[in-house]
């Protein structure tokens, strides 16, 4: 993942007001909004129960987090979370410490995509967004994270949770404009077995993997079954979901979601190469040799433990 400090310094709460009108003034346009979006969505949303964490000077990495985890029932505070997060040769917060610390807390960061239909989208489903914007000039970056907790549609403004203001009013086009200079990045916390809704099988993918790798595949089983019932379709949620089966003691459900994968992805010799492994120890021995026969025609990685195993059946 990109990160975006490389010759930058954080905003202090006290540099908002006086940065945006600089920045902003001249070039700001209204982000244009699907049309759908604006049929389905309610006029004003406003979610009252995120907490709020007021911010000093660089803070605002932990204080987003104390929001967003807490509203999870995640019991934490900013103290607690500037070792975790904070950099103090960088003056702040870069992302993939931020991703871990919710990891840490056992907890899923979910990215979400660089839109402000698909944000607005979160916010009405009652997910509170962590944004991160630049309240500078792109020369000069100067970041800052905030949590997103509403919007009034028909006035075009959202609501922040933003340094030392709990309820911060930015026009779309403002907001915009300072968000797109982070790429439009941006995540959800939530507790592991959701999958908060609009989150695409991509993100829900990289979200579920970096948790795995911190908690191991039994704690994600949870958030793989999530994924895989809104997306049956994904061969790599299947996969996914099977390793995670096999390591909670499952595995004729295991074999079921290495059959799915394999059936939405012909080619994916390493479901093919499971799925032989686990036919074998099931006492499966012709299910097993057409499955490794499948492992070894494919070329990667698993063929040679794929011809390996057929020379013994």
């Known amino acids: 993942m990109k990160i975006l400090l490389s010759h930058a310094r954080y905003a202090g709460v006290f540099m908002l007001a006086l940065v945006l009108p600089l920045a902003l003034s001249a070039c700001a346009q209204n982000p244009v909004l699907l049309d759908s979006t604006y049929a389905s969505l309610a006029p004003q949303v406003e979610n009252n129960d995120v907490p709020f964490f007021s911010q000093t000077e660089y803070q605002c990495g932990p204080a987003t987090l104390a929001m967003v985890l807490n509203y999870q029932g995640v019991d934490t505070n900013v103290d607690e979370l500037i070792p975790q997060v904070f950099l103090p040769g960088r003056d702040g917060s870069v992302q993939p410490e931020m991703l871990a610390t919710v990891r840490r807390h056992h907890q899923l960061a979910y990215p979400i995509r660089g839109t402000m239909d698909a944000l607005l989208g979160h916010l009405e489903a009652g997910d509170p967004v962590v944004v991160m914007q630049n309240l500078s000039l792109p020369i000069y970056p100067m970041w800052h994270y905030a949590v997103a907790i509403g919007f009034d549609l028909p006035e075009e403004t959202i609501l922040l949770r933003s340094g030392e203001h709990k309820r911060h009013t930015l026009s779309f086009s403002r907001f915009d404009a300072t968000w797109a200079r982070s790429d439009r990045w941006g995540f959800i916390v939530a507790n592991p077995g959701t999958l908060p809704e609009g989150i695409t099988a991509r993100n829900a993918l990289e979200a579920i993997s970096a948790y795995e790798e911190t908690h191991g595949p ?94 013994d059946i």
Do not use: C
Not at 218 to 241: C, D, H, I, M
């Open 218 to 311: 039994k704690e994600a089983l949870t958030s793989w079954q999530a994924l895989v019932e809104r997306y049956p379709a994904n061969p790599l949620g299947q996969f996914a979901l099977g390793n995670a089966l096999y390591a909670d003691g499952q595995p004729e459900k295991a074999i079921t979601a290495f059959e799915a994968a394999t059936q939405h992805d012909a080619y994916m010799g390493a479901a093919w190469l499971n799925l032989g492994i686990l036919q074998l120890q099931q006492n499966k021995p012709e299910e097993a040799r057409n499955a490794l026969m499948q492992a070894a025609s494919i070329e990667g990685s698993w063929q040679e433990r794929a011809q390996a195993l057929l020379t």
